[in-house]
């Protein structure tokens, strides 16, 4: 099951490898959120979105809130394919919620790990800047 995380477990969040520097209450102000897939009462995979206007260059342009698009900043997963499961759920959740969401991209690290997930999972390369990479899913 695909959910927002309840405030306990954003202690989840000390696990990102992305970016664990990111504060809980900046991931879930206003234009921001936290997901988490649970399987068998366990949480299996996170990610936190941002909404914003624009796809992002770098993590800065995450301030910049927005309602157009989409942003999987980071995503880490305790269990097997739960990250492409979640990845793919919550693009599929978030277009049938919000509307007016009209991209869904993400703001990846400069590791061929990321490329190979974002690619394997059906996204499309979309640039490379100075400290991250945008890959975006197409959500029908």
Not at 51 to 78: K, M, R
């Amino acid at each position: 099951m695909i959910r927002l995380a309840t405030i306990e477990e954003l202690v989840h969040i000390e696990n990102d490898p992305v970016r664990p520097h990111i504060s809980k209450e900046w991931r879930t102000r206003s234009g921001r959120e936290v997901y988490v897939l649970e399987r068998d009462n366990e949480i299996a995979a996170c990610i936190c979105v941002a909404y914003t206007t624009e796809v992002p260059t770098n993590e800065s342009d995450l301030e910049f809130v927005g309602n157009e698009v989409a942003v999987f900043y980071t995503v880490w997963s305790y269990k097997p394919r739960a990250g492409r499961e979640l990845v793919n759920g919550v693009a599929e959740l978030i277009s049938m919620q919000r509307k007016w969401v009209n991209r869904f991209v993400t703001l990846s690290p400069l590791t061929e790990m990321a490329e190979k997930f974002h690619l394997k999972n059906g996204a499309t390369f979309l640039a490379k800047h100075k400290d991250c990479q945008n890959f975006e899913y197409i959500v029908c």
